[in-house]
C-alpha cells in the first residue's frame, strides 16, 4: 500500500492526499467510526456467509462481495471514504504524514470484523465435525 500511495504522490502531487481516506466535510470522527465498523462487519459477514460450505460454488461469492463493496463505497463513500481495510488507510496516513483520523480506519474495521465474525457464529452456530473435516480438506 505504501507502494501505491507514493505512486499517486508522484502522479498527482500534494491535491491527491495520496489516497488518504479521511471522514467527510462536516462528518465527525465518531459518525465515520461507526460507518466503519456497520461496513466492515456488513463486509466479513457477506465474505463469511457466501464462502462456506455450498454456497462456495461459481461466482456467487465474487458477486455478493464485489457487489457489497461497490454498493458500501457509493452510499458511505461521502461520509467515510468506505475503507473497511486498515491496510488501505495506513500507507496514505503514513506517507502524508497525518495520524489525526488513522485511529478511526485502524479500529473501525477490527471492531466491525469482530462483530461479523460474532453475527456469522449466532446465526450458523459452531462448526460439526464434518464441516471441520471438509473445511481442511478431508471431505469423504
Same mark, same amino acid.
Given at each position: 500500500?505504501?507502494?501505491?500511495?507514493?505512486?499517486?504522490?508522484?502522479?498527482?502531487?500534494?491535491?491527491?492526499?495520496?489516497?488518504?481516506?479521511?471522514?467527510?466535510s462536516g462528518v465527525g470522527d465518531s459518525r465515520a467510526f461507526a460507518i466503519e465498523v456497520?461496513?466492515?462487519?456488513?463486509?466479513?459477514?457477506?465474505?463469511?456467509?457466501?464462502?462456506?460450505?455450498?454456497?462456495?460454488?461459481g461466482p456467487n461469492a465474487a458477486l455478493a462481495v464485489g457487489g457489497y463493496i461497490a454498493? &458500501? /463505497?457509493?452510499?458511505? *463513500?461521502? $461520509?467515510?471514504?468506505?475503507?473497511?481495510?486498515?491496510?488501505? +488507510?495506513?500507507?496514505?496516513?503514513?506517507?502524508?504524514?497525518?495520524?489525526?483520523?488513522?485511529?478511526?480506519?485502524?479500529?473501525?474495521?477490527? &471492531? /466491525?470484523?469482530?462483530? *461479523?465474525? $460474532?453475527?456469522?457464529?449466532?446465526?450458523?452456530?459452531?462448526? +460439526?465435525?464434518?464441516?471441520?473435516?471438509?473445511?481442511?480438506?478431508?471431505?469423504?
Open positions: 500500500m505504501l507502494r501505491a500511495s507514493s505512486f499517486l504522490w508522484v502522479i498527482f502531487g500534494l491535491a491527491g492526499k495520496f489516497g488518504a481516506t479521511t471522514p467527510g456497520l461496513l466492515t462487519a456488513g463486509l466479513v459477514n457477506t465474505i463469511l456467509a457466501t464462502a462456506s460450505g455450498a454456497r462456495n460454488v454498493l &458500501a /463505497g457509493l452510499r458511505a *463513500g461521502p $461520509v467515510s471514504d468506505a475503507s473497511m481495510n486498515p491496510a488501505r +488507510s495506513l500507507a496514505p496516513d503514513l506517507l502524508r504524514g497525518d495520524l489525526h483520523s488513522t485511529w478511526i480506519y485502524l479500529v473501525g474495521p477490527i &471492531a /466491525g470484523a469482530l462483530i *461479523g465474525v $460474532v453475527f456469522e457464529q449466532i446465526l450458523k452456530g459452531r462448526p +460439526s465435525a464434518q464441516g471441520a473435516k471438509a473445511a481442511q480438506g478431508d471431505a469423504d
